[in-house]
């Protein structure tokens, strides 16, 4: 059997009908659908057009048994979705009237696309931090926790490079790999074994304030509880009674 790229002659053959088949009965259904919508208005001369049509689509749905007429009722939704479609990119803002935010910075008309990158809306703001320290070498300096950039500004610069390009630019492990000359397996082994570094020193940090139920955020007593049930070091603290707690914050400003 001949064929067609992917494709057996057989099978575009049979496509061609059916799609020949849909367009006549998409001409059918939507001039059931006008026709009805015409016998309804003429009833109710007080209703509007689009009342008449939307009560027509209503009597069509309705009506439907059989697979055929199913069918046809998809296809008058396919192209009521359409129309509807057409509609509204009429009323479209153009050029000369206002935009939204969202729409100001879609429009490739005003604003080029290189210029709509949140790099440049920074820059152009006048926050510069991350543009000054858009450098792997430098990574620490883009966070505002302090316990982190004292984690980080430790490490080595092949650590930085790996951590800011899987992080910063989400690159894949073999993009990196591939600027660096090495294999993906040598990169995802360094940054395994740097996240666990971090996590154990961090770890160290935060649970004598675990323990000592000083202030900590929701998202450091899970990482706490998450690395005593993962690695089995330390233990999960007792529920105390409101009380108890403030009488142990209170050693920490003291």
């Not at 006008?34 to 009342?51: F, H, P, S, W, Y």
Request: proline share 3%; net charge negative.
């Amino acid at each position: 059997m001949a064929r067609l790229g992917y494709y057996d002659e057989e099978l575009l053959i049979q496509h061609e009908v059916e799609t020949r088949r849909r367009i006549n009965l998409q001409d059918e259904v939507l001039g059931d659908w006008k026709a009805d919508a015409k016998k309804i208005r003429e009833e109710n001369v007080t209703m509007l057009q689009r009342e008449a049509r939307r009560e027509a689509v209503t009597i069509i749905e309705d009506a439907a048994r059989t697979e055929d007429e199913y069918d046809k009722v998809t296809i008058l939704w396919d192209c009521l979705d359409k129309i509807e479609g057409w509609r509204l990119a009429k009323a479209e803002p153009k050029r000369t009237e206002l935009l939204t935010e969202r729409e100001f910075y879609k429009s490739d008309s005003i604003i080029p696309s290189p210029i709509k990158h949140e790099w440049w809306r920074q820059l152009l703001v006048g926050k510069f931090l991350d543009v000054i320290f858009d450098c792997p070498h430098e990574i620490q300096e883009i966070t505002s926790s302090r316990p982190i950039y004292y984690l980080i500004k430790p490490l080595d610069e092949k650590q930085k490079e790996i951590m800011y390009y899987l992080n910063i630019r989400l690159w894949t492990p073999q993009r990196i790999a591939a600027m660096r000359g090495q294999t993906d397996r040598n990169i995802r082994k360094v940054y395994s074994k740097m996240i666990d570094d971090i996590r154990e020193k961090l770890f160290e940090r935060l649970y004598f304030r675990y323990i000592n139920y000083w202030n900590l955020t929701v998202t450091q007593v899970d990482f706490i509880e998450w690395y005593i049930r993962e690695y089995g070091k330390g233990a999960i603290r007792q529920e105390l009674s409101e009380e108890e707690k403030v009488i142990r914050r209170r050693s920490e400003h003291e």
